[in-house]
Nanobody, 121 residues
Framework: HVQLVESGGGSVQAGGSLRLSCRVS????????LGWFRQAPGEERKGVAA???????TYADSVKGRDTISRDNAKNTVTLQMNSLKPEDTAVYYC????????????????WGQGTQVTVS
C-alpha cells in the first residue's frame, strides 16, 4: 500500500524560503515518478514539479528558477526547496507518485499525500 506523508509547510514572508519533504512508504517502486502539486482556495490542483526515476525534472513555469525538486531513493523521500516565495505561492501542497508521468502530465492512478499548507504573506 503506497503512502505519502508531507512535512515542512508553514508561514513565511514574501521573499523567504521553505523546504517541503515527502516520505514515501517502503515498497513503492523506485521507477515511479515523484512530484508536487498545489491547490489554492477556489482553484484546481496544479502540478508544480516532478522528478522521474532517471532524474529527469519538470517544473511549472510559475516556479522555474525558484524551486528545486530532488529525490533520495535510498531514503524514499522527495524534497521541494522553494525560494523567493510570493503570495501567489500560497496553497496546500501535495506530494504525488505514480508510474505514468510524462513531461509534466500524470497518467493513470496517482497516490497522494494528505497535503501541507504553505502561506506566504
Amino acid at each position: 500500500h503506497v503512502q505519502l506523508v508531507e512535512s515542512g509547510g508553514g508561514s513565511v514572508q514574501a521573499g523567504g524560503s521553505l523546504r517541503l519533504s515527502c516520505r514515501v512508504s517502503e515498497g513503492t517502486p523506485n521507477n515511479y515518478a515523484l512530484g508536487w502539486f498545489r491547490q489554492a482556495p477556489g482553484e484546481e490542483r496544479k502540478g508544480v514539479a516532478a522528478i522521474d526515476n532517471d532524474g529527469r525534472i519538470t517544473y511549472a513555469d510559475s516556479v522555474k528558477g525558484r524551486d528545486t525538486i530532488s529525490r533520495d531513493n535510498a531514503k524514499n523521500t522527495v524534497t521541494l526547496q522553494m525560494n523567493s516565495l510570493k503570495p501567489e505561492d500560497t496553497a496546500v501542497y501535495y506530494c504525488v507518485t505514480n508510474a505514468g508521468h510524462v513531461d509534466g502530465s500524470w497518467y493513470g492512478l496517482c497516490y497522494w499525500g494528505q497535503g501541507t499548507q504553505v502561506t506566504v504573506s
